[in-house]
């Protein structure tokens, strides 16, 4: 038996009770809710924001104040999206398809992990065959849309991609507050 507390219990407590009880003090100061997305892969087309041709994100997280974005990309084309870099660390997890960078000899495929490195430029294909490319991202930071050389020709960031889903939810009959739930 342990002894939880002389202040807060009187009498012992056994180890397995203890194990299975809530935390019992507040939660910090000001500490926002807990970001849950009950269904990821939206059954409603309306909640894919068109990128591109073919191409869409589905925002689950878009934390304003860490100046990151973690979404759904979705391609239904092959061919090459786009040239970028980042400036910050990229996550990504293949949920369906495959895509590779032509920077690169590997093939990102359904079940792999990729990671990479703040400051990398590379050029994102989707190659024939691939009927769906579904991806989740962790971006940090931005996204530079850069021509061969390096000049930066476009960018995106948290604050353009929330912009982008308010226009967007507002224009399918959603909403445009409907992105709300997506920013921390």
């Known amino acids: 038996m342990t002894n939880l507390n002389a202040a807060a219990a ?8 203890l194990r299975r009880m809530p935390f019992q003090k507040p939660q910090p100061l000001g500490m926002i809710p807990d970001l849950v997305v009950p269904s990821a892969i939206p059954d409603d087309e309306r909640i894919w924001v068109p990128q591109g041709v073919n191409v869409w994100f589905r925002p689950l997280c878009l934390n304003r ?25 990229v996550h ?6 495959r895509w590779r960078y032509l920077e690169h000899d590997w093939e990102a495929t359904e ?4 990671f990479e490195p703040p400051g990398e430029t590379h050029t994102l294909v989707v190659d024939e065959g691939v009927e769906e490319m579904i991806t989740l991202f962790q971006v940090t930071g931005s996204m530079n849309y850069v021509d061969p050389w ?31 739930q997506f920013i921390r």
Do not use: M
């Open 92 to 97: 990504g997890f293949v949920l369906k398809g």
């Open 150 to 180: 390096g000049a930066t020709t476009g960018y995106e960031d948290v604050f353009t991609k929330i912009e982008l889903c308010r226009k967007h939810y507002g224009e399918v009959g959603l909403g445009a507050d409907y992105v709300d």
């Open 65 to 89: 104040s860490q100046g990151y974005w973690v979404n759904l990309l979705r391609v239904r084309k092959s061919g090459v999206l786009s040239r970028h870099r980042h400036p910050g660390p």
């Open 10 to 17: 009187s009498e012992p407590i056994d180890p397995e009770t």
């Open 111 to 114: 079940g792999g992990y990729v």
